[in-house]
């Protein structure tokens, strides 16, 4: 059994997400992956504690049908709506009773 995942409603913004996991041969940030589609963007400031115990102020959170880039376990990253780009918190992957994954959940700094 599949929950709905109401895409008429939901899909409404074009965005970019870049993910990134890990440091590459260089030195630099590794990009693990990159995805582009409509988004549900809700854009409710609220503030949360990291695992540091520092105050992060959220600037949204994104709701994506289904599983972005099935497999990839990422760090961080970056989401780029509209010319706007934010950095992404944490992200979760809400299941289905079946086992499938119902959508993506960004939370975006």
Request: glycine share 14%; hydrophobic share 35%.
């Amino acid at each position: 059994m599949k929950l709905p995942y109401f895409k008429q409603l939901w899909d409404v913004i074009d965005a970019t997400i870049t993910l990134y996991g890990g440091l590459g041969e260089d030195g630099g940030v590794e990009t693990v992956g990159s995805w582009t589609g409509k988004v549900n963007l809700s854009e409710k400031v609220r503030r949360v504690q990291d695992g540091n115990g520092q105050w992060i102020a959220l600037s949204g959170v994104l709701h994506i049908e289904g599983d972005v880039l099935p497999g990839v376990q990422f760090d961080n990253g970056e989401v780029d709506i509209g010319g706007i780009v934010h950095r992404i918190v944490s992200y979760s992957r809400p299941r289905n009773p079946d086992g499938s994954v119902n959508h993506t959940r960004i939370e975006m700094a």
